[in-house]
């Protein structure tokens, strides 16, 4: 309906030419009228010519905005009535020549009619239908009159002109039609276009920049102002690098980005999402810009044009995602992913030039005791104190870092000279071992070190970290504080220790544990008064495993829970062999007090057993407290209510547990042997230790338990002091428990640890 509206309105713009053809046409056909009929015939006809012309005309211009709207039908049929009209009023004058008329004056008229169909024809290509029907209704009568008068080659002659212009104003039509196609989708295309530069000029982000073949700006667009914080009349002419440059036009100090934008500028080059460092009004910003050269209608080079955004906020929260993910957000250090770049790096640069790297790995001592005990915030705040002091140590030859916890690492760039490996090491460990005061607290750590060389001791990233941690293990096995390095045997200790860890989860299933148990004493009357409960592991693989090795692996594993179980499910059910006043004690650990479920465990082993409640003895060293002190001590609470007695063990070796003799009321504490052999010796610290332990205990209404006693010098010693209970090889070593239940047919224990 649109290509017909756009017919019908080129005719109403044509409307003008096509009634000047007609006046013509009309004069000229009177005046061959004139010869054969009167001045009131013609003049009558003439009349009725312009009436019809003059109805054609005002529905043409009816039809003038048909482009822009729906036709009616009746609009349709009305037009092609009035060119019916006009076609018949001309076809007139062939009929009356038909009644007269000489030939000659019948060819006049007919010449006369052609030209106007001619002309019809080229005046309104747009629609054909007006031209064949003039052609038509005009032609009929041409030819009619031609056939009466004999004039049968006029009429072939009139014909085949009729078809031709017919076919010609048909071919016409339909090339106008194509052209209105064409433009008109041309049109709607730039309308398209126009639609999106100017959505994209009005985004908040985009602007359009265009530049000459001199490089300087041209057509500027209202976004490109105003994120040049400029005018357009400032800006149109002005070169674009000096216009992004701000002071670097002046020193000639381009940044890299705004070098390369320049030379690709100056080799007429297309380029995409160039991020672009730029100086606007004194302040440093990131454009991302697109260009590519344009071309003048000749081909040649005609300047440049594209868009362009400013991105400084994506480009700062990508800096800063980069950041977090290379920087610790706790202590500002690189962590565990730039370590291991800047690790590859120094591998690189080794190898290039065959010097030697190094990766030294730091694991803090005591951190733990401390984050447990005050909290997460003062061990934070620690590590902040630790990461500030390793700083100050580093050169422009090492970084240090965190890998996560409370373990940190050095990469020393150039490790050639293997003696500032060593300085490194001990610096740190120095260092880092000297108080702290975090929060009011005075607080001490030290520190262990691992250290790999590499290409010798690692070709890879991977393989170098993973041999200093072997080497910081070592360290740690060592007692922390000092520093080792790796060597090749380290790999046999790992691989022992993983044989020995899968060994003991299959342990307690193969039953390849069994219990000592070493009798303790009354002081006064060295009868038993109980015995402790000790583990031993006999494996087939490994032999005889000593319990400081298997138990520390076991409570890294979360072994010691079951294994716990088994302890305490054993030793209750040996003890109901024994008379009905003799305690067995059982050592607990941390991670068995953690369990929720431990006391559970206790009352299904007493049960199991039958043994009295008040008959099992559960004894905890002050670490435990260091850890979750309110979960072991609710956990303590628990089992005195089941009516078990809690032991003390090493007390005064770790931590001050004053407050937890206050909180909790233990039945025993146990004086740990160091102090019973260096008041035996005559120390005079450790004596004093003793007596304020003994006197303590016997004001809270506590046994006290002297271990380690080996000698008669230092059972009188301890026997002196107050110990109301006695252990050590001095009454007997820990032994099966067939031994000990021969004890019991003897009224003493002999001193030496043999029967009496």
């Given at each position: 309906m649109r290509l017909r509206g756009m017919q019908y309105a080129s005719l109403a713009r044509n409307t003008i030419q096509r009634l000047i053809a007609h006046a013509v046409a009309g004069l000229a056909a009177g005046h061959v009228l004139l010869d054969e009929f009167s001045v009131f015939i013609v003049v009558g006809w003439l009349i009725a010519l312009g009436a019809a012309l003059s109805y054609t005309a005002k529905i043409d211009r009816m039809l003038s905005d048909a482009d822009r709207r729906a036709i009616?039908?009746?609009?349709?049929?009305?037009?092609?009535?009035?060119?019916?009209?006009?076609?018949?009023?001309?076809?007139?004058?062939?009929?009356?020549?038909?009644?007269?008329?000489?030939?000659?004056?019948?060819?006049?008229?007919?010449?006369?009619?052609?030209?106007?169909?001619a002309a019809h024809a080229v005046i309104c290509p747009a629609s054909p239908l007006g031209t064949i029907i003039f052609g038509t209704l005009v032609g009929i009568?041409?030819?009619?009159?031609?056939?009466?008068?004999?004039?049968?080659?006029?009429?072939?002659?009139?014909?085949?002109?009729?078809?031709?212009?017919?076919?010609?104003?048909?071919?016409?039509?339909?090339?106008?039609?194509?052209?209105?196609?064409?433009?008109?989708?041309?049109?709607?295309?730039?309308?398209?276009?126009?639609?999106?530069?100017?959505?994209?000029?009005?985004?908040?982000?985009?602007?359009?920049?265009?530049?000459?073949?001199?490089?300087?700006?041209?057509?500027?667009?209202?976004?490109?102002?105003?994120?040049?914080?400029?005018?357009?009349?400032?800006?149109?002419?002005?070169?674009?690098?000096?216009?992004?440059?701000?002071?670097?036009?002046?020193?000639?100090?381009?940044?890299?980005?705004?070098?390369?934008?320049?030379?690709?500028?100056?080799?007429?080059?297309?380029?995409?999402?160039?991020?672009?460092?730029?100086?606007?009004?004194?302040?440093?910003?990131?454009?991302?810009?697109?260009?590519?050269?344009?071309?003048?209608?000749?081909?040649?080079?005609?300047?440049?044009?594209?868009?362009?955004?400013?991105?400084?906020?994506?480009?700062?929260?990508?800096?800063?995602?980069?950041?977090?993910?290379r920087y610790d957000t706790l202590t500002g250090l690189p962590n565990r992913l730039m370590l291991t770049e800047t690790m590859g790096d120094a591998m690189r640069f080794a190898e290039q030039w065959r010097t030697k790297c190094a990766f030294l790995m730091i694991d803090l001592d005591r951190f733990k005791a401390v984050n447990d005990t005050l909290g997460h915030v003062v061990g934070d705040q620690l590590l902040a104190r630790v990461s500030a002091r390793?700083?100050?140590?580093?050169?422009?030859?090492?970084?240090?870092?965190?890998?996560?916890?409370?373990?940190?690492?050095?990469?020393?760039?150039?490790?050639?000279?293997?003696?500032?490996?060593?300085?490194?090491?001990?610096?740190?460990?120095?260092?880092?071992?000297?108080?702290?005061?975090?929060?009011?607290?005075?607080?001490?750590?030290?520190?262990?070190?691992?250290?790999?060389?590499?290409?010798?001791?690692?070709?890879?990233?991977?393989?170098?970290?993973?041999?200093?941690?072997?080497?910081?293990?070592?360290?740690?096995?060592?007692?922390?504080?000092?520093?080792?390095?790796y060597e090749p045997t380290l790999h046999a200790d790992a691989e022992e220790r993983r044989k020995l860890e899968f060994s003991l989860r299959r342990a307690l299933e193969n039953n390849e544990m069994l219990l000592n148990y070493q009798p303790v004493v009354d002081a006064k009357t060295e009868q038993v008064v109980s015995f402790e409960a000790l583990i031993r592991w006999n494996s087939p693989e490994h032999g005889f495993v000593s319990p400081a090795k298997f138990i520390p692996m076991a409570e890294d594993t979360r072994l010691i829970v079951p294994i716990g179980e088994w302890v305490l499910r054993e030793a209750c059910r040996e003890a109901t062999r024994w008379p009905g006043h003799v305690k067995v004690a059982v050592n607990v650990s941390g991670e068995q007090l953690l369990d929720p479920h431990f006391s559970s465990t206790v009352v299904a082993a007493l049960a199991a057993s039958g043994l009295p409640a008040a008959r099992l003895e559960i004894e905890v060293t002050e670490s435990i407290f260091v850890r979750d002190g309110t979960t072991a001590r609710n956990t303590l609470e628990q089992i005195m209510a089941l009516g078990c007695s809690v032991a003390l063990d090493d007390f005064g070796t770790g931590y001050s547990s004053l407050g937890y003799l206050r909180k909790l009321r233990f039945s025993t504490i146990k004086v740990d042997r160091s102090f019973v052999q260096g008041a035996a010796t005559g120390n005079p610290e450790s004596l004093a230790i003793i007596r304020a332990?003994?006197?303590?205990?016997?004001?809270?209404?506590?046994?006290?338990?002297?271990?380690?006693?080996?000698?008669?010098?230092?059972?009188?010693?301890?026997?002196?002091?107050?110990?109301?209970?006695?252990?050590?090889?001095?009454?007997?070593?820990?032994?099966?428990?067939?031994?000990?239940?021969?004890?019991?047919?003897?009224?003493?224990?002999?001193?030496?640890?043999?029967?009496?």
């Open positions: 009616a039908k009746p609009e349709m049929t009305n037009q092609t009535i009035a060119y019916g009209i006009v076609s018949l009023i001309w076809a007139v004058p062939m009929v009356m020549l038909a009644l007269g008329g000489t030939p000659l004056l019948k060819l006049e008229l007919w010449t006369v009619l052609a030209m106007l169909l009568g041409s030819v009619a009159q031609f056939l009466l008068s004999g004039m049968i080659d006029a009429a072939a002659a009139a014909v085949a002109l009729i078809v031709f212009v017919s076919l010609g104003a048909i071919e016409g039509a339909r090339n106008f039609l194509t052209s209105r196609v064409a433009e008109s989708a041309m049109l709607e295309k730039n309308e398209v276009v126009s639609l999106l530069l100017r959505e994209f000029e009005e985004g908040e982000a985009d602007w359009l920049w265009q530049i000459d073949t001199s490089r300087r700006v041209r057509s500027v667009s209202p976004r490109f102002a105003f994120a040049l914080g400029l005018d357009p009349d400032e800006i149109d002419g002005k070169p674009f690098i000096q216009l992004i440059a701000g002071e670097a036009w002046e020193t000639g100090q381009f940044p890299s980005s705004l070098h390369d934008l320049a030379e690709r500028l100056k080799r007429r080059e297309s380029f995409s999402n160039l991020l672009v460092r730029v100086t606007i009004r004194g302040e440093a910003r990131w454009w991302e810009l697109s260009g590519t050269p344009k071309l003048d209608e000749s081909g040649n080079f005609d300047g440049f044009r594209g868009v362009g955004s400013d991105v400084t906020e994506q480009r700062e929260s990508a800096d800063k995602i980069a950041h977090l993910a390793l700083k100050e140590i580093m050169s422009e030859n090492e970084i240090c870092g965190r890998l996560g916890g409370d373990e940190f690492a050095i990469v020393i760039r150039d490790a050639s000279d293997l003696g500032r490996v060593e300085h490194v090491a001990k610096a740190v460990i120095e260092r880092l071992s000297q108080p702290y005061e975090v929060d009011h607290h005075t607080l001490y750590v030290g520190a262990s070190v691992g250290s790999a060389v590499g290409p010798r001791d690692g070709s890879t990233v991977e393989t170098l970290m993973r041999n200093a941690d072997l080497a910081l293990y070592r360290s740690k096995d060592a007692g922390g504080g000092v520093h080792c390095t332990v003994v006197a303590m205990a016997q004001s809270l209404e506590m046994s006290t338990t002297a271990e380690g006693v080996e000698t008669e010098a230092e059972l009188n010693m301890v026997r002196s002091l107050g110990a109301t209970k006695v252990q050590g090889f001095y009454f007997g070593r820990p032994m099966v428990a067939s031994e000990a239940g021969r004890l019991f047919y003897q009224n003493t224990v002999s001193r030496g640890g043999q029967a009496a």
